[in-house]
């Protein structure tokens, strides 16, 4: 196979990527390789008559994975406007128009996110409850407000350096957990907005998105104050805060964590929080 025939699979695998998820996949979101002509490699064989070896032909495919910075130009312009035309506006249409899973049959709105474009931390909780599906914000009713007080105690804010949003995007009938399928339907959008947002940390509330983006099935109180990656992104979980109204008592180990948090952010983002002003 030639070299250009190669690019061309790729930039369509590529833009066909874009159109289905709305953004450029991880596995494309890098230069685009160096691709090569196939070549002809002599294969030596024994002549059962003669004892002198004779040369057969085959194919055998060669693949360079050095990249150019000047392979983006070849690309196709559906390629070469991915990243320009991927943002969260656009996310957030998809998002609203969504009907992957039977949730969206029974939501009044969508909860795409809230907060800040280039944010410190992204939190990600599981799923919209009542209230935010009625105004269509993340972590508005009484967990939300927990919340926001979990979060000023180490100087963050939805409103200055971070951005909130769950991992289904539609909320569950009577504010069940939200079910694999309704979840494997819906990550891609996470990872989109993942992929735009580029947090210096991420916060995991509650055991499903711990689960989810740990891809474990591990309960909470295993995978709380322990740091992970995701990519090169520190994350961590701790309880989400409608667990510490049910019981108080997870708030001293909420506690414990989020200082842990906070103790890792100042190493990557010293003196973040001169900047927090208390709401």
């Known amino acids: 196979m030639k070299a250009e025939e190669k690019k061309q699979i790729y930039n369509l695998l590529k833009t066909i990527s874009l159109g289905i998820n709305g953004y450029t996949p991880a596995a494309f979101d890098r230069e685009d390789p160096v691709f090569t002509d196939d070549f002809e490699k002599p294969l ?31 690309a196709s312009p559906a390629v070469q406007n991915s990243r320009k035309t ?24 969508t ?33 939300g407000q927990l919340l926001d007080k979990m979060l000023a105690a180490i100087q963050l804010s939805r409103n200055q350096n971070c951005y909130i949003t769950n991992i289904v995007k539609c909320r569950p009938p009577q504010n069940r957990d939200p079910a694999p ?53 520190p994350m961590m979980a701790t309880y989400h805060p409608s667990a510490l109204l049910r019981n108080p008592q997870l708030k001293a ?8 948090f906070r103790a890792e952010l100042l190493k990557i983002a010293p003196g973040y929080e001169s900047s927090f002003v208390k709401e």
């Open 111 to 143: 909860v795409v996110g809230m907060g800040v474009e280039n944010p410190l931390v992204l939190v990600i909780g599981e799923a919209p409850g009542q209230s935010e599906d009625q105004t269509g914000k993340p972590f508005v009713g009484e967990a």
């Open 253 to 260: 180990p909420a506690w414990q964590d989020l200082k842990a």
């Open 44 to 74: 030596v064989s024994s002549n059962p008559i003669s004892s002198e070896p004779t040369e057969a032909t085959v194919s055998a495919p060669k693949f360079s994975a050095q990249t150019s910075s000047s392979s983006l130009e070849h």
């Open 86 to 109: 991927v943002s969260l506006d656009s996310i957030a249409s998809k998002i609203h128009d969504c009907s992957r899973c039977r949730l969206a049959g029974g939501r009044t709105n």
């Open 181 to 233: 399928q309704e979840i494997q339907a819906c990550i891609s959008y996470l990872e989109a907005q993942l992929s735009i947002l580029k947090p210096k940390m991420i916060l995991l509330v509650g055991r499903i998105a711990a689960q989810t983006l740990l891809k474990t099935s591990a309960g909470i109180n295993s995978l709380r104050g322990t740091f992970y990656q995701y990519g090169s992104i």
